[in-house]
């Protein structure tokens, strides 16, 4: 039972590239989750979903895209980076009930725009 | 939304019991108050949850008064591997379903336990 893992642990980008994160956890949850870390700070969710074929956006969407085709997987992509967007992504999931909401986080992924 | 402040950070020292109060005046009927519990460089894992009263598990208690407008995580007897940043988060586990989120983490309780 792998978790959630992500995939890549590192990345350096030049500002306008483009770059896709991708999620994947083993554990049939139906809820995903991407968030951003910046130094010094909480966890500030991107989007999320509830279910294969569906996202909804976060607290700070903008910039980012999102798709789950598989609902093992969970990508979040960057069609055009900017240097605001130099932080630590997070994927989680979790189960789908009304009540609990324990999160599974991955080890994060270290993202660089220069 | 459910506004949280908990301290910046806190010390203490091997074997003593570690309280860290989070504070949410306008916490909704249907929040729930989850903390979680971050190491350097890792994801956060989930410690305890809870509604109102108090709960407890192998390694922390939550206690909530009967208002619910504050919630305190209890670490016992704390030792060096507890080091870490401590999450509050309030919110409602069903407004996902609903298409919006009210799950909010705050900035956080840096602790750091000493010999």
């Known amino acids: 039972n792998a978790g959630v893992t992500q995939t890549p642990k590192f990345r350096v980008l030049k500002t306008g590239q483009s770059m896709t994160l991708l999620c994947a956890q083993d554990?049939?949850?139906?809820?995903m989750y991407w968030y951003r870390q910046d130094p010094g700070m909480g966890l500030r969710l991107i989007h999320y979903s509830v279910g294969e074929g569906t996202t909804a956006k976060g607290e700070v969407p903008d910039g980012y895209n999102v798709s789950r085709l598989k609902k093992q997987n969970f990508l979040l992509g960057l069609e055009s980076a900017a240097p605001s967007q130099t932080s630590v992504y997070f994927c989680a999931s979790s189960y789908s009930t009304e009540s609990e909401n324990e999160q599974y986080f991955g080890p994060g992924t270290r993202l660089t725009v220069t | 939304l459910a506004k949280t402040t908990q301290p910046i950070s806190m010390d203490s020292y091997e074997g003593q019991e570690v309280n860290i109060t989070c504070s949410h005046n306008?916490?909704?009927?249907?929040?729930?108050i989850t903390w979680y519990q971050q190491f350097p460089s890792q994801g956060p894992r989930f410690i305890i949850q809870g509604y109102k009263t108090k709960v407890t598990n192998e390694v922390a208690s939550l206690f909530i008064p009967a208002d619910r407008k504050s919630s305190t995580l209890s670490l016992p007897r704390v030792s060096l591997s507890d080091t870490a940043v401590y999450y509050c988060?309030?919110?409602?586990?069903?407004?996902?379903?609903?298409?919006?989120?009210?799950?909010?983490f705050g900035a956080g309780t840096r602790l750091a336990v000493h010999p």
């Open positions: 306008n916490i909704a009927t249907n929040d729930y």
């Open positions: 554990m049939n949850h139906e809820y």
């Open positions: 988060l309030v919110g409602d586990p069903s407004s996902l379903s609903g298409g919006y989120n009210k799950l909010i």
